[in-house]
């Protein structure tokens, strides 16, 4: 806890007493501790008073605060693929085409700590194929790097030329038979997965 003045300490037991009453507090008791021998806890109610409204107000808090949580999940980042085109170059030989949108509003690294600290891992593409099918280019594992969300955007207009670095492509080119199927693959630590079949036409 920050150090603050003792005269807040008064205010905050004074809330405790009138809003919280007797289960603000666990009357002082002795305990045999195994390493410390005869010890006396008590004190405050940490479950209801600094972790949690008393009960009584629990559903004012909830009414408050559910709103908030409810809309900051919406605003968290989320995968949507844009563009996922298989082409035909020749006999057996099949260009796969992908391109992966952000259209959440924060970023896949959710913040700037996160990026800076390396403990978000970049969008993963994976695709899987069936023994006897083989990726000629690209590697079955890509990564593709973060995708910036809408909060960096001005607007979305045809008229406004805003950055496209919610965006991500990736092309593999395989060798397999017409009718094989392909399993892709696109995660995301904090903007979700998809998992999608390809059939090669």
Request: aromatic residues 8%; charged residues 25%; without cysteine.
């Amino acid at each position: 806890m920050r150090d603050h003045p003792h005269e807040d300490d008064l205010k905050i037991l004074q809330w405790a007493d009138e809003n919280v009453g007797e289960s603000a507090y666990v009357n002082w008791y002795e305990y045999e501790h195994p390493q410390l021998g005869k010890v006396e806890i008590g004190g405050w109610n940490n479950m209801y008073t600094w972790r949690n409204p008393p009960h009584h107000l629990m559903g004012e808090e909830s009414e408050r605060n559910v709103p908030f949580a409810l809309a900051l999940g919406k605003m968290l980042p989320h995968l949507e693929i844009h563009t996922l085109d298989v082409e035909k170059v020749s006999e057996g030989t099949y260009t796969i085409n992908l391109v992966v949108d952000n259209d959440g509003f924060f970023p896949t690294y959710t913040s700037n700590q996160g990026k800076k600290r390396g403990t978000m891992r970049p969008l993963r593409a994976e695709l899987e194929i069936p023994e006897g099918a083989e990726i000629v280019n690209g590697r079955a594992k890509e990564n593709l790097g973060h995708l910036e969300g809408r909060s960096n955007k001005l607007g979305q207009t045809f008229m406004l030329a805003t950055p496209t670095d919610n965006r991500a492509r990736q092309e593999w080119t395989v060798k397999a038979t017409a009718g094989t199927k392909l399993q892709l693959h696109l995660t995301s630590e904090r903007a979700g997965a998809i998992h999608t079949e390809i059939v090669l036409p």
